[in-house]
Nanobody, 124 residues
């Protein structure tokens, strides 16, 4: 099995920055792609960003392009989400997810492993 643990969430003012981290443990060799999703209260879980294991392929939701960056440190089994120019509409619980697919998918159903989530709140 694979365990994913997120950290780094918190409260920030609009225009500020946060960096989320997700540490993977267990059978991490099963992970070819990693992603971040988010879910606001009363809404569906939405795709944010994804990356292949090598980092050579990344994809972003239109709503975060140019503001968020996904990266990874394979030596630490950690994936990051750097979030800049945060907006109140970015407020959500952010989830880390892992997939056994080499091309990072954008559909939540393609991800086998999920973290418990970390809350990000952006005040106006």
């Amino acid at each position: 099995q694979v365990q994913l643990v997120e950290s780094g969430g918190g409260l920030v003012q609009a225009g500020g920055s946060l960096r989320l981290s997700c540490v993977a443990s267990g059978r991490t060799f099963r992970l070819y792609s990693m992603a971040w999703f988010r879910q606001a209260p009363g809404k569906e879980r939405d795709f944010v960003a994804a990356s292949s294991g090598s980092g050579s392929s990344t994809v972003y939701a239109d709503s975060v392009k140019g503001r968020f960056t996904i990266s990874s440190d394979n030596a630490k089994n950690t994936v990051y989400l750097q979030m800049n120019s945060l907006k109140p509409e970015d407020t959500a619980v952010y989830y880390c997810a892992g997939a056994a697919k080499r091309i990072p998918p954008e559909e939540a159903s393609d991800y086998l492993y999920w973290g418990q989530g970390t809350q990000v709140t952006v005040s106006s």
